[in-house]
């Protein structure tokens, strides 16, 4: 049981660069979030998803898009990077009905927009 | 975005003291849960609390849940170098597809 997994671990991008960061959870967990952290700024939620073809907007979603084809993975993309897309990003998943109300979190993806 | 008042933002202790930090809310959640994260990892879940009052331990790490459910603390008794690390409150409520709302952490360093 992996847990949740990011790919990749680092990256970096030349500002108007795309690419997509991959999450996986082998847990059969219904919710999904995608969330960043700056320093200063705690953890901040930018897309989620509540089951398999279904996204919704949280707290920051400009400037990503995100899809959740299959149950397991949650797709997060940047279409044309920005410098302050710089950030730690992190997946989270959460099952319903879990005995305990708690979202499981990956290692994260440092990105760095330059 | 809505955020918790989280405190204090950084401590600096001596191995062996206690540890206190809190976080309130302008508004009531009926799960509060305390994370640690360690430096370039994700947040790990220490503590979860459903009931307003509830004092749950982990170890040496003591947290209780409000009772007007606008609150919690986290006490770590007898620190040890390992409890270095941000650690984060966050509330959520059934109906809001359990998203989370976060405190901006605690960072805490302990002198060995």
């Known amino acids: 049981n992996a847990g949740v997994t990011q790919t990749p671990k680092f990256r970096v991008l030349k500002t108007g660069q795309s690419m997509t960061l991959l999450c996986a959870q082998d847990m059969n967990h219904e919710y999904m979030y995608w969330y960043r952290q700056d320093p200063g700024m705690g953890l901040r939620l930018i897309h989620y998803s509540v089951g398999e073809g279904t996204t919704a907007k949280g707290e920051v979603p400009d400037g990503y898009n995100v899809s959740r084809l299959k149950k397991q993975n949650f797709l997060l993309g940047l279409e044309s990077a920005a410098p302050s897309q710089t950030s730690v990003y992190f997946c989270a998943s959460f099952r319903l009905g879990a005995p305990e109300e708690t979202q499981y979190f990956g290692p994260g993806t440092r990105l760095l927009v330059l | ?112």
């Not at chain 2, 955020?3 to 540890?19: R, T």
């Not at chain 2, 690390?85 to 059934?94: L, S």
């Open chain 2, 1 to 112: 975005g809505q955020q918790l008042n989280q405190s204090p933002q950084s401590m600096f202790i001596q191995e062996g003291e206690d540890v206190s930090m809190n976080c309130t809310s302008s508004s009531i959640f009926n799960t509060w849960l305390w994370y640690k994260q360690d430096p370039g990892e994700g947040p790990v879940l220490l503590i979860a609390l459903y009931k307003a009052g509830e004092l749950t331990s982990n170890g040496r790490l003591t947290a209780q849940f409000g009772i007007t459910r606008k609150d919690s603390f986290l006490n770590i008794s007898a620190s040890i170098p390992s409890d270095v690390g941000i650690y984060f409150c966050a509330g959520t409520n059934a109906g809001n597809n359990r998203k989370l709302i976060w405190g901006l952490g605690t960072s805490l360093a302990v002198n060995p």
